[in-house]
C-alpha cells in the first residue's frame, strides 16, 4: 500500500546510512535530517518570497519581479546574493553581542519547531510524546530573540517595534495554545504524529480531518487568524509599521543578518502553517480517498504552500489594525472563542449520539460567532475628537 | 455580520489578481529598457548649451559671464573663463568657457541656470539616463557632454526652442538695423572712419539682459 | 553523571552567576535566560520532557519577557542604580538565599533515602502525567486555578481603574 514514491526520502536516508558502521548510523541518520529540513525549508522561503511579490504584484495590478531568469524566478537568488555581500553595519552604540546573537537565536528557535513536524509517512526527524509543546517552546524563544534584536539596537524605533512586537506574540499565543487545546482533547495526544493518524481515515472517499467537523472550523479560523498574528503577517504587522517606525525591531540589521531575519520571519511562517495542517488539515494525509497513490510528502508541502498563498492573499487584502484593535481583538473577541471552542470540543467527546452532537455543536460554535460578532460590531459613538492637551 | 468586509475584500483583490492575467489593459506599468514613455515637452532634466553651426566648439552661445555659477543653488556648475577671446554667434569677439563643468549628483534640475543665463546659452535637456558605473569622472558632465546643438534644442523643446530662435533673430536683426544706422550717421557725417562701427556692438550684453524669460 | 551534565551544570550556573553579576539589568535578564534554558535541558537530559518544554515555554516564553517588559516600563536600564553592586542590606539577603538553600538541601538529602533504588530512568510519558493531575493532584491543581482567576480577576480591576482614572 505505501509505495517507493512515498518513502523515496526514508529509503534515500537508510541507503545513506548504510555506508556508515553500525554504531554511527543513528547519528547519521540524524544529521541527514537535519541537512534535509536546512535545504527543504528554505528553498521554499525562496519561493514563497517569489510568490509573494508576484501574487501582490498582480493583486496590484502590476508585474511584480520579472528581470532576473524568466519570468522572474531568479530573484530570490539575486537578493541572496545581495544580501550576502552587503556590508553589515552595527551601530556604533549597539550592544555589539545581543545585537549579533539575536538573529541567530531567532533562526534556530525558528528551524527547531521543524524537528517535530510530521512531512510525510514516516518522515519525522524526532518522533517525541510532546511534540506540540516542543513546538511552542521554540516559538516562545521567538519573542526573546525579537526583543533582543530590537532592544540591542539602541534605536527607538527599533524598541517600540520590539515592544510592539512582543505584547503581540504574548497576547497572540494564548489563542494560539487554546486553539490547539480542543485537538489535543480530541485526538488524546500531544504528539503530531498521532494527531495525523488520527485524522487520516475516510469515509467514502472523504477524509476526517478536524477541519470538518464544528469545533474544528471554528479552531481552524482561529488558529488561522492567531498565526497571521504571531509571524507578524499583514494585517497584524504593526511591529514592522513601515509608516510609522521604519522597519521595527530589525531597523538597525543589514546585510546578511537582515536576511536571517527574514528568513526567521518566512521559515516561522512556514512553521506554524505545517502546524496547522498537522493540526488541522490532516497533515500528510491526501484530501480524498483515491488520491492515497499520491506520495504523502507532497500533500504536506502542497497544503503549507496553500497556506501561505492564503498568507499573501490576505496581506494584499487587509489594512494595517491600530494597536487597540489589535489588543480588543485578541482579548475580547479570540480569547472568549477560543474558551467557547474548548467547551464546544469537550461536549463533543463526551455526547455519543453523532446527530445531537453535530447538531448542538453547530449551534454553539454560530450562535457565539454571531453574538460576539454583533457585540464587537455594535457601533460606538463617534464624536469629534477632542485633544485634551493641545486646546 | 462579523467578517463580511473581509470576505469581500478578498473577493476584490481576487478579482483583481485575476484580471490581471486576462485584461492586459489593467496593466498599466510601462516595461521600461522596452518600452518607454515619449517626454512631455516640458520635461526638464539636466541643463546642457547650446550651440549654433556645425562646429560645438566654435558655435557655443556661452560667454562664460558666470551668472549661471553664481546662481545655481546647490553650487554644481564649474566654469573657467579663457584668456584669449573669439568670436561667437554674431561674429563678435567674447570670451568663452574654457572649461564648463556641471555636477549630475548634485544638479537637482531647478532650471534656475536656465532662468538667469542671458545669453539663452544654456537650456534643460530630457535625457535622464544620466547613470554611469564611474563615479568620479563619470558625474562630472563636461562641456564636451554638455554642448548640444541648435537643432537637438528644437527636437526636444519645439515651442520654447522657435520663441528663443525668433527673440535671438529679432535682437540680430535690431543690432544689424543700429549698426546700420550708425554706419549710415557716421557715412552721412563723415567724420572718422573705419573704427566707430565696433563701439555700439560691445554694449550688446545689455539689451539682451532684458529679454531674458522671466 | 555524564559529560553531558556537566556542561549543562556549568552552562546553568554560569547563566546564573551572570544574572546575578552583570551591571545592565537587561543583560541580566538574558543571562536569566540562559539558566533557565540550562534548567530545561536539565529537565530533557533526565528524560522529563513535559516539564522541560514547560519549562522553556513558560520561564523563557512569558517570564523572561514579563520581567523585561517590567524592567523596560519602569526604568531606564542605562542607568546602574546606586554606587555598589551591593545593595545595603546584602547581609539579610544573604541569609535570607543560605536559609532556603539549607531547607532546599535538608529536603533532597531527607528524601533521597526515602526513595525505591531505581536503576533505569521511569518513563513518563505526558498522558500519565495528564491522569495524575486530573485525578490525584486534582485539589493542588484546582487551588492554583482559583489562585490563578483571582489574579486575572486583579488584573483586570487594576486595569480598569487606570481607565476610569484617566478620564
Ligand atoms: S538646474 Fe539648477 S541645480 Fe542644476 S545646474 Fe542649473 S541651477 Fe544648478
Ligand atoms: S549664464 Fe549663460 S552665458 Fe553665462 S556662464 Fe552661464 S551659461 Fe554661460
Known amino acids: 500500500m505505501i509505495g517507493k514514491a512515498d518513502q523515496i526520502f526514508v529509503l534515500l536516508q537508510h541507503w545513506i546510512m548504510g555506508f556508515f558502521p553500525p554504531a554511527w548510523q543513528a547519528v547519521v541518520g540524524i544529521l541527514l535530517g537535519v541537512v534535509a529540513i536546512l535545504i527543504v525549508f528554505p528553498t521554499l522561503f525562496a519561493l514563497s518570497v517569489l510568490l509573494e511579490r508576484k501574487g501582490l504584484g498582480r493583486m496590484q495590478n502590476r ?36 545585537h549579533f546573537i539575536a538573529p541567530l537565536v531567532l533562526v534556530v528557535a525558528v528551524f527547531m519547531g521543524f524537528a517535530v513536524l510530521p512531512v510525510g509517512r514516516n518522515m519525522v526527524l524526532v518522533d517525541m510524546d510532546a511534540s506540540l509543546l516542543f513546538f511552542f517552546a521554540m516559538g516562545a524563544s521567538t519573542e526573546l530573540a525579537v526583543f533582543m534584536a530590537g532592544w540591542s539596537s539602541h534605536n527607538k524605533y527599533s524598541l517600540l517595534g520590539a515592544m510592539r512586537a512582543v505584547a503581540q506574540m504574548i497576547s497572540y499565543e494564548v489563542p494560539l495554545l487554546m486553539t490547539t487545546v480542543v485537538v489535543v482533547m480530541i485526538s488524546g495526544s500531544l504528539s503530531l504524529v498521532k494527531i495525523v493518524e488520527a485524522q487520516n481515515h475516510f469515509s467514502g472517499i472523504f477524509p476526517h480531518w478536524y477541519v470538518f467537523t464544528p469545533w474544528g472550523l471554528a479552531g481552524f479560523v482561529l488558529f488561522l487568524i492567531a498565526s497571521m498574528a504571531e509571524t507578524n503577517r499583514s494585517p497584524f504587522d504593526l511591529p514592522e509599521g513601515e509608516s510609522e517606525i521604519i522597519a521595527g525591531y530589525f531597523t538597525e540589521y543589514s546585510g546578511f543578518k537582515f536576511a536571517l531575519f527574514f528568513l526567521g520571519e518566512y521559515v516561522g511562517m ?13 497533515g500528510w494525509a491526501a484530501p480524498f480517498a483515491f488520491l492515497n497513490w499520491v ?40 480569547l472568549p472563542m477560543t474558551l467557547i471552542n474548548l467547551m464546544v470540543a469537550a461536549l463533543w467527546r463526551f455526547v455519543d449520539e453523532a446527530w445531537l452532537r453535530w447538531a448542538v455543536c453547530w449551534i454553539i460554535v454560530i450562535g457565539a460567532y454571531v453574538a460576539m460578532g454583533r457585540m464587537g460590531m455594535r457601533r460606538k459613538r463617534i464624536a469629534p475628537r477632542r485633544y485634551r492637551y493641545a486646546e | 455580520m ?67 555659477e553664481k546662481e545655481c543653488p546647490p553650487k554644481c556648475i564649474y566654469i573657467e573663463k579663457s ?23 548634485v544638479c537637482m534640475s531647478c532650471q534656475i541656470c536656465v532662468e538667469v543665463c542671458p545669453f539663452e546659452a544654456i537650456k534643460m535637456d530630457v535625457e535622464f539616463e544620466l547613470s554611469t558605473d564611474d563615479r568620479f569622472g563619470g558625474l562630472l558632465r563636461n562641456r564636451q557632454h554638455l554642448a548640444k546643438s541648435n537643432e537637438y534644442y528644437h527636437q526636444i523643446h519645439p515651442t520654447e526652442a522657435s520663441e528663443v530662435d525668433a527673440r535671438l533673430g529679432e535682437e540680430k536683426a535690431k543690432l544689424e538695423a543700429k549698426a546700420k544706422a550708425a554706419a549710415a550717421a557716421a557715412a552721412a557725417k563723415a567724420a572718422a572712419p573705419a573704427a566707430p562701427a565696433a563701439k555700439p556692438a560691445e554694449s550688446t550684453p545689455k539689451p539682451a539682459e532684458g529679454t531674458d524669460k522671466q | 553523571m555524564s559529560f553531558a551534565f556537566y556542561l549543562i551544570s556549568a552552562l546553568t550556573v554560569a547563566g546564573g552567576l551572570a544574572a546575578v553579576l552583570l551591571r545592565n539589568i537587561v543583560h541580566c535578564v538574558l543571562a536569566l535566560t540562559v539558566a533557565f534554558a540550562g534548567l530545561a535541558l536539565l529537565f530533557l537530559q533526565l528524560d522529563a520532557q513535559f516539564a522541560g518544554f514547560a519549562q522553556i515555554l513558560i520561564y523563557i516564553g512569558a517570564v523572561a519577557i514579563l520581567v523585561i517588559f517590567a524592567i523596560l516600563l519602569t526604568r531606564d536600564p542605562q542607568v546602574s542604580q546606586g554606587k555598589g553592586m551591593f545593595s545595603r542590606t546584602w547581609v539579610t539577603g544573604l541569609l535570607i538565599a543560605a536559609a532556603v538553600f539549607a531547607v532546599m538541601g535538608w529536603a533532597v538529602l531527607a528524601s533521597a533515602p526515602a526513595l525505591p533504588n531505581e536503576t533505569s530512568t521511569p518513563s513518563v510519558t505526558v498522558l500519565q502525567i495528564g491522569d495524575a493531575l486530573m485525578s490525584r493532584y486534582i485539589l493542588p491543581l484546582e487551588i492554583l486555578a482559583l489562585l490563578l482567576t483571582a489574579a486575572i480577576i486583579g488584573a483586570v480591576i487594576v486595569a480598569m481603574h487606570e481607565k476610569v482614572r484617566s478620564k
Do not use: H
Open chain 1, 63 to 98: 508585474y511584480g519581479p520579472n528581470r532576473v531568469g524568466p519570468c522572474g524566478i531568479l530573484q530570490p537568488v539575486a537578493d541572496a546574493v545581495k544580501a550576502l555581500i552587503k556590508e553589515d553595519i552595527v551601530p556604533f552604540k549597539a550592544d555589539a553581542l545581543v
Open chain 1, 270 to 282: 512556514l512553521g506554524i502553517a505545517g502546524l496547522g495542517t498537522t493540526l488541522f488539515l490532516g
Open chain 1, 295 to 334: 506520495p504523502s510528502w507532497f500533500w504536506f508541502f502542497a497544503k503549507i504552500m496553500l497556506w501561505i498563498c492564503f498568507f499573501i492573499w490576505m496581506r494584499g487584502t487587509m489594512p494595517r489594525l491600530r494597536q487597540d484593535q489589535l489588543m480588543n481583538f485578541a482579548w475580547k473577541f479570540m
Open chain 2, 2 to 68: 462579523l467578517g463580511e468586509g473581509i470576505l469581500k475584500g478578498l473577493a476584490e483583490t481576487a478579482k483583481n489578481f485575476a484580471g490581471s492575467y486576462v485584461s492586459k489593459e489593467r496593466l498599466t506599468t510601462v516595461q521600461y529598457p522596452e518600452e518607454r514613455i515619449p517626454t512631455s515637452e516640458s520635461a526638464r532634466v539636466f541643463p546642457f548649451l547650446v550651440y549654433d553651426g556645425p562646429d560645438w566648439e566654435a558655435g557655443l552661445r556661452c560667454v562664460a559671464c558666470q551668472i549661471c
Open chain 2, 83 to 105: 584668456k584669449d577671446k573669439k568670436p561667437d554667434y554674431v561674429g563678435k569677439l567674447q570670451i568663452y568657457p574654457a572649461r564648463f563643468d556641471i555636477d549630475v549628483s
